[in-house]
């Protein structure tokens, strides 16, 4: 009997690329929505996918769509509402747009995290693996000197506040995606590390269809990894592409094919070297 993945963000990047690996691995795969009818929604169960209607706004919506599930995938769009606000918002200062996107994105989480909680506690909850895609809190590890990274805090806090629901914390791990590389094409073509920043610095590039990849690492390893999601062609990529930028690898990124399970990474190497 396959088991069952429901994955926020289906028609997504990360969430469309988890729905699709773990549907070649032979999942059922339950991918949430805000709408189950839409093009995008029929295209996906087209594939096989089966939609189904949440909204990350309302956690009544979203128990039903994690109940029986095996493992869920939780992602959620900061940049959504950041850019939806930014034309009001930075009229009043430069951190407001980003402090509006900080609330929407952690209590979206909270909903996410409470309801993942809920359904754990029901009789019969089948729930082997919560993986939060995540990122590490930016103001923590430059100890304090980056203030308005508000894209990586939003999800680092929500992490603290998951590692309190102590029984969901058993069941979780953590992946925390590198740089897409295709930001390089959005922005442009040009991607480099703000000056003075040492040569060394590491960028983890990762392709964002490698995300079900990192997904399955983790539901098949021990709970509570803490992974740095990099693809080797990422790098590649970035510096075959960038112009003006001095990039830097270190050697304690982790690589897919590096790893039998899932190797444990400090987030602080995230930061190595970025000043
Ligand atoms: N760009 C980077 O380099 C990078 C690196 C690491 C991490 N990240 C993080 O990645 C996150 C975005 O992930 P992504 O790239 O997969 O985003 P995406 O491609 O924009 O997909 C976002 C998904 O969120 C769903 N969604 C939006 N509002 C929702 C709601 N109220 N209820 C339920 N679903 C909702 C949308 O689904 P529907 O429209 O179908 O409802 C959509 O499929 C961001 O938070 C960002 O900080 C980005």
């Not at 839409?38 to 039903?64: H, N, R, W």
């Not at 914390?169 to 000056?195: C, Q, R, T, V």
């Not at 040492?198 to 803490?226: C, M, R, W, Y």
Request: a negative charge; hydrophobic letters at 40%.
């Amino acid at each position: 009997m396959p088991k069952t993945i429901a994955a926020l963000g289906v028609a997504g990047t990360q969430g469309g690329s988890v729905a699709s690996h773990f549907l070649s691995l032979g999942w059922n795969v339950r991918g949430i929505s805000r709408s189950s009818t839409s093009s995008s929604a029929e295209a996906l169960k087209a594939k096989g996918i089966d939609v189904v209607q949440a909204d990350v706004d309302d956690p009544q919506t979203l128990i039903p769509a994690f109940r029986g599930a095996h493992v869920i995938f939780a992602v959620t769009d900061f940049w959504a509402p950041y850019f939806a606000a930014f034309e009001e918002k930075s009229k009043i200062s430069d951190r407001e747009t980003g402090e509006y996107a900080y609330a929407i994105e952690v209590h979206r989480r909270k909903n996410i995290v409470d309801a993942a909680d809920v359904m754990l506690k029901e009789e019969g909850s089948k729930l082997e693996r919560f993986v939060s895609s995540t990122l590490p809190g930016f103001k923590e590890q430059s100890k304090g000197k980056h203030t308005y990274a508000y894209h990586f805090d939003s999800k680092a806090d929500i992490t603290s506040y998951l590692k309190e629901k102590n029984e969901l914390w058993e069941k979780s791990s953590l992946l925390n995606m590198g740089f897409y590389a295709d930001n390089i094409i959005w922005y442009g073509g040009f991607m480099g590390a703000a000056k003075p920043c040492e040569p060394t610095a590491v960028h983890p590039f990762v392709i964002p269809g490698d995300t079900g990849l990192f997904v399955s690492l983790l539901v098949n390893s021990p709970p509570k990894q803490d992974l740095l999601g990099v693809s080797e062609i990422g790098r590649e990529v970035a510096e075959s592409t960038a112009t003006s930028a001095e990039f830097g690898w270190g050697d304690k990124l982790i690589l897919p094919w590096q790893t039998s399970g899932v190797a444990s990474l400090s987030v602080a190497n995230y930061f190595l070297g970025i000043c």
